[in-house]
Structure formats: structure tokens, C-alpha cells
């Protein structure tokens, strides 16, 4: 594994681990606070309230969780929000935050009740028309956080009652039980949104009129325009930015890498990599290489492994011309299936989220 930090731990696992098995068997960690121990996450005395704006206030056991409602299995791909942020920091400018390379993702079989099913089972008690606006907050006490005593997320709530969204309440990983690293006993999984908001170790769900107040939703993990170049000019834009929810389409070359020197074959090098569709725009239909800058785009090859599905990553594969002797540089891009398609460069911002520039790789030498 890559390690960021061991205090909290974050962590990635390198390119070709992460790619070796389309379902991912250990992914990326991020944590904002320590990791519980195993008595702070006893499942047979944990308990998730549901309250706020519900006829009927509950309080479910992971048994109940698993026992009381019907289970549903999505597979789909986890991102954190800063995934590619070492690209943005070194393709466009610096940044602030963890230098998250490519590795902040995993592709997972989740398992647990629908979100819809549980809220139904407290019923939703606002109007019709204050539902637009409502959302649904997730919040853990269970350990504290480097910025807040708490960590907590939201989403709206038209997403959390919408079945096609497939948001889970997550008991298992892969067929098998959470492991305290990834939320157990209980994570909420939101097919298509950024990792941020897949809250951990899950205590509290509230129905709500507004966003959860959390540090992590407020004052991080947003987009800010380019006007807020450090801490004390990026402060008006907290309150006006839209904290991320879905994740931008996206595509990386995994093989080769930037540095790398590569030997032709034909006069062609083999390439690689994954590619991850937007929000629930997916599945990615299309990726394309390019070895003149982005002049002229040759489409890779999609792999088909059985388990995708509109929120999966695909890996692809394709064979470039270079010429012995260059520098070669290789950029690919994805498409997804409601024709979102990545830039060449998304605009800067602080914290960089959501980079989802061309894959790269430069700086190749060519034998």
C-alpha cells in the first residue's frame, strides 16, 4: 500500500494491485479520525436511530438491518473525492490535502437493506413539495475527527427514496461481513457519489430540511471556484458552494506510466487502464487514446466481467503507435452513457476534488 498518513490512516494500494481483480478485494482508507476498536463497534449493542421528519422513530440493530428488511446487493465503484488529486496538483497547480494518486477507488459488491426501505418503514413525514429540498444526514460519534467531534454527510432526499439509486445500507463487503476498516457493522454505500458521504460505523440517520451541518460537509469536499487560492480567500465561498455529491467521469492509464520506458511491439505499445462513469450517468461506453496531444483519438477496447453495472468501473485496453526514439506521451478519456465526457482539464480548485482531467502518461521513452 501507498500511506499517506498512519495518524488517521490513509492509504491507497499501487495501480496494478488495485486493477488485478475487477471486484476490488482491499481498497483505499480514508479516515479523518482513529479507527474504532472492536468494542466501540460491538454489533450486538450497536444501534441506527432513525429520526427528524419520520412518523415513527426507530432503533435497529445490525440484526434488525438484516432480518427485518429485504437485501439488496449493488456493485459499484467507491471514490474518494480527491482521487487524481496528486494529478491536478502537479498537471495545473498546488493544492491543499492528501496527494491522493490514482488508487482512491474500489470496485465492491455491497450488501444490506435499501435506504428507501428503512425511511419507509419510519415514513417520510414531510409534504410533497418540501421534499425537493429535504435530505437525508448520516452521522457516527463513534470516534472523533480532526476537525470535528463527529463525522456525518447528507444526501437529498429524492436520491434516498428513489429505488433506482440503489442506496444501500451496507452490512457486508464481497460477501462478507464489513470489516472495521470499511464501516462495520453498518456503512451507507451512494452508488455514484463521492466517498465523503458513504459515512462509516453508521449511528444516525435523520431526515432533514437541510444539509448535515458536519465540518466534512460544510467546510470541505467542495468544488470552489478558482477565486479561492488559499484559506483566508476561500472562506465566503464555503457558504455558496455546492458541497460534491455526484463524481465526475473519469479514466486513468494504469500501463504504462509516466517515466516508464516502454518497448515497441510492431511499432505499438500495449496501454490499460479503468475508467469510472459520472454520478449515475453510467455505464461508460467509451474510451478513447490519444498520442498526438489529443489531435486524433483511437477507441480502446471495454472489458466485460460480468458484474458491470451503470455504476462499475470498466477496465479497457488498446495498442498505441509511438515512435522509437520520442518522448511519447499517452492521454485517454472516457465517455458515459448520457454522453458526459472528460476535459482536458476541469478548472483548478483548493482542495482539489474532482480532477478529472485527460489520463496521462508522460514522459515515456520509446525504445
Known sequence: MHTHDTQPLNDEPPIDKLMSSFITSDGYHRNHGS???????????????????????LSLSAADLRTKFRQHEVVCALQC??????????AVKDVEGIDWLDGAVMNCRWKGPLLKDVLEGAVVALDSHQIPNAHVAFASEVVGCENDSWYGASIPLGRALDRSKEVVLALERNGELLGIHHGYPVRVIVPGVAGARAVKWLEKIT?????????YMQKDYKALPPDAQDDQSAEPFWGTTPAV????VNSVIAHPRTGDTVRLDGGEVAC???ALPSGDGGPVVKVEVSTNLGKTWKAAELENHGDDSKWTWVFWKASVEL??????????RAT???????????????????????GEAKDLTVE
Open 207 to 215: 431526515v432533514q430540511l437541510q444539509e448535515s451541518n458536519n465540518y
Open 35 to 57: 479507527l474504532p476498536t472492536a468494542a466501540q463497534v460491538d454489533e450486538n449493542r450497536h444501534r441506527v436511530l432513525v429520526d427528524g421528519f419520520v412518523e415513527t422513530t
Open 81 to 90: 473525492a480527491g482521487n487524481r488529486r496528486h494529478d491536478m496538483r502537479t
Open 245 to 248: 455529491q455526484d463524481m465526475p
Open 336 to 358: 458515459d452513457a448520457l454522453g458526459n465526457t472528460q476535459p482536458e482539464s476541469p478548472p483548478w480548485n483548493l482542495r482539489g476534488v474532482c480532477y478529472n482531467g485527460y
Open 272 to 274: 490499460r487502464g479503468y
Open 323 to 332: 515512435k522509437s526514439g520520442e518522448a511519447g506521451t499517452i492521454y485517454s
